[in-house]
Structures are given as C-alpha cells and as structure tokens.
C-alpha cells in the first residue's frame, strides 16, 4: 500500500534548529540531529531542513549539520536555503542529503534544475515554489527570496516548467495561508499537483487534522509539510495518521 | 567481527549504506578493489541512477568480473536499488540514448528491467519516480532478509524502473504501485531490495541486520 508522506520542516540556523515567526525572534530549539532523530522515532516519513543562516561561511555549518544527520537519521530528508549552483548540490548531496531543494536561484537560472537533475539524478532535486495568489484571485504567481519578489510568474506553469527540466519533486508553499493555520491552498495545490507527473509537497496554512486531509483529498497533494504545529507539540504525528488512517488516507503507521 | 565491503563505483549514495552499516557497529569498508572486495565476509553492492551509466562505470573499473567470482563463491551479496537491477539480465533504461533495445545487465539472475510507464496495466495517474514509503508482501517464508519482519511492513522506495524476476523462486517479496512488482529477490548468497533499507527507519535496519548476519 502505498503511503501519503507527513514531513516535518525544521529551520536551522547556524547549525542549530530554531523557532520564530517570520526570522524574527528566533530562540534555540535544539540540536539538528536529535530533533530530527525525534520526529523520526514519532512517525515522520522524511524531513526538511531549512537552512536560515545569513552568514556568508554558512556552507560549513550546514555541511557539517548534514553529515551528522546523515550519520545518526535514517529517513529520508532534504536540504534547502540559499541554494545557489550545481556545486552546492553536489557538496550537500555529498554530505549525505537525500534531496536538496532550490528556489530563487531556479528562478534566477532554471538550468540549474536541469543540470542538478542530469548530474544527480531528478530525484534529488526538489523545486521549492513560493506562490501568492493574484490580486485579482485569478490564479497565483511566484515569488523570490523568500517570498518578498513577485516575479509575475504564473505558478502553475512555473512548476510544470520544473518539472520539464528534470526536478523529481516540488515543495509548494502558500505565501497567503502560510502561519495562519487556517488550512492549505488545496486550490493551488490541486493545480499544480494535476500538470506535473512528480509528487507535490502542500506546504503553508497546517492547523488541524482536516486540513491535512483537504490537502490530499482536495489538493491532491502526495506529501504535507508543516513546521510550528509540530514544533511546538500542538499536533502529535502519530495522532494525525490515526486521523488519516480513519479517514481512509493511506498512511505508514 | 564481520566485515562488510561496500562496492565503490561512483553510483552515488553510498555514504547512507555506510553510515547505516557503521550505525549498527560494523567494520565496513567502501572500496572498488577487487582483493579488498574478495575478503570481506558481506558484500553490498548500492546503486543510484541509471543503468547505462552503473554498467559503463563497472566495466570501467573492472568490476564485472570480480563481482561475478564473489557471488560465485557464495559470499553473501545484497544489491540495493540500482544495484538489485544490475544483478539481473537487461534494463530498457537509457534506450533512448543507444541504438540498443536494452542494456545488458551482469545476469547473475534472470529476469529484466522496466519502465513503469512502459507498462499498459500501470495507472498512468500515478507520479513517477514510485517515491515514498510501500509496504512489502512477504513471499518466501523461510526468507533470511525478512526474518522477524512483519508481512506488510513500511520501507523506502525511490525508482522509475522495476524488476521482473523470471524465476519466480527467487522473490522475497512485491509490492504494489499501479502493478504488482518484485520489490525483493533472495537466491541462496544473492539477495536484492528494490527498496532503500538505509533509509528505511527501524525496519530498515533490522533488514540489513539480517544480512549482515547471515
């Protein structure tokens, strides 16, 4: 049977995991390693970390982060923030991620997906796509670093053109659902999910059990992301698989 | 102590298998030399990417040969993902690129490789590569691989093409997605998962101690 994946995200930052909103605030949640280890032995299917460190030597913390997660986890999990070039593929790949996700800088030059995919293999690129709807509610568009940049984009033809190139994978976050626990783009999601022959990830808007099955059914989304529910212990993995598992969602219990 | 050789072939991925194996407290050692390959007690032979390239890279570095004297000697051998499809026949994989209808294989085993979207039962709505997480439906109960490990049980699955033993004796286990496939193969020393036991949680782990024990 197989199973729609629950992925947790954890943002790290200087090779520590941190909580906040919006990079603001930000406190110390602990070790990398054992929050992942953790949220392993709780159920997750695979995990993301997102690297938000601003300083320009952060390639080795966050080098030295994946191996020692590659050395002690062993789900599968992805790596991304401020992915730049194919280099920066190769040296977190080598490090021991799985996956390694990229966002401006695909944007900036898709054929870093194309290249990345003809030298790793398209299922170690993930094209992470931050999308917001338009003013005018018709569709949504995508945006840059970090979701300040409206590029204008249209976001469904954005990621069926990543898919086109070679990524093996999309990460799709709601600018406009995001931390407000109010459910996921399951719109979006759906839009994307139905033009491209790769798994989506729904990532944004996570707060209760219904909307993680909204994702799936509705959005036909193949992975949920979340980040602060989880976080923050106000939903357990394990109860929201019972949840899915009674709803009929296959999920890996 | 046992010691474990990892095949070295520049088919990515092996650090996960080593990490796993050095997680569990072996002796492992990642190498393409044929003496260090002959000595070891457990062989596993990792695969990432595609097959045309993996054969290309063994041949390149004389492995072929070595790989079929190890296996011949009866040293137990398991071949992950790409490198349980190598362990059989032909693949239609990268055809595109050759004038050849399918690449040649090692052929320890028979069987053959395939596309999953070459195949007309397969539920063409379904994403590709098969990524995620399926269960394995045991087939062979006197299984070393699988011993302890429950029918049904959850392991990690990444991979565009699957296996067709044609011996069906040699399965271990399927699995389903779109079509039934052999996700597991087990032939006296040669043992095959289509599935990635390193990262594979729990379940995984105990997979590969089961190997490492034989």
């Known amino acids: 049977m197989f199973t729609k994946r629950i992925i947790p995200c954890l943002d790290v930052k200087d090779g520590r995991v941190v909580k906040g909103t919006n990079f603001i605030n930000l406190r110390d949640a602990g070790d990398p390693v054992e929050v992942g280890a953790n949220y392993s032995k709780n159920g997750a299917d695979e995990l993301v970390f997102l690297d938000i460190t601003a300083s320009s030597d952060k390639r080795n913390t966050v080098v030295d982060m994946v191996r020692k997660v590659a050395e002690n986890v062993f789900i599968p999990f992805t790596v991304g923030g401020g992915i ?75 990621a069926r053109r990543a898919y086109e190139l070679g990524a093996g994978e999309i990460l799709l976050t709601s600018m406009d659902c995001d931390g407000t626990k109010e459910g996921y783009d399951c719109e979006l999601t759906r839009a994307v999910s139905d033009v491209v022959e790769i798994p989506v990830i729904a990532s944004g808007g996570a707060g209760a059990f219904e909307h993680f099955l909204d994702a799936f059914e509705i959005g036909h989304a193949d992975a949920v992301l979340a980040a602060s529910l989880f976080h923050y212990k106000e939903m357990e993995i394990s109860d929201l698989k019972d949840y899915l598992n009674k709803h009929n969602i296959p999920v890996r219990l | 102590m046992s010691k474990i050789a990892v095949i070295d072939y520049d088919a990515g991925n092996t650090m996960s298998v080593m990490n796993a194996l050095k997680y569990l407290g072996y002796d492992v050692e990642l190498s393409k030399d044929p ?180």
């Open chain 1, 84 to 158: 730049r070039t194919v280099d920066d593929f190769k040296t977190i790949l080598r490090a021991g991620a799985d996956k390694v996700a990229v966002n401006s800088a695909a944007i900036d030059n898709p054929q870093v997906i194309s290249d990345a995919a003809s030298k790793f293999g398209s299922q170690c690129v993930v094209c992470a796509i931050d999308a917001k709807r338009r003013a005018d509610g018709n569709g949504w568009t995508i945006y840059k670093h970090g979701g300040r940049i409206d590029m204008g984009i249209d976001a469904v033809e954005w």
């Open chain 2, 35 to 214: 003496a260090v390959l002959y000595k070891a007690d457990h062989v596993v032979f990792p695969g990432v990417g595609a097959y045309a390239d993996a054969m290309g890279k063994l041949r390149e570095y004389g492995l072929t040969g070595p790989i079929k004297e190890i296996t011949a000697k009866k040293t137990p051998f398991l071949g992950v993902c790409l490198g349980m499809q190598l362990l059989f026949e032909h693949s239609t994989e990268n055809i595109g690129e050759t004038d050849k209808d399918r690449i040649e294989g090692l052929g320890l085993l028979p069987g053959s490789i395939m596309g999953f979207k070459e195949n007309a039962s397969f539920d063409h709505t379904l994403k590709v590569p098969h990524m995620g997480w399926n269960s394995l439906s045991l087939t062979n109960k006197d299984s070393k691989l699988f011993k302890g490990i429950a029918d049904g049980s959850f392991v990690y699955f990444v991979h565009s093409f699957y296996l067709n033993a044609a011996d069906r004796n040699d399965i271990a286990a399927v699995t389903e997605y779109g079509i039934t496939f052999d996700s597991a193969v087990e032939h006296e020393n040669i043992f095959g998962c289509q599935f990635h036991p390193e990262k594979s949680g729990d379940i995984g782990m105990e997979i590969l101690k089961n190997f490492c024990s034989i």
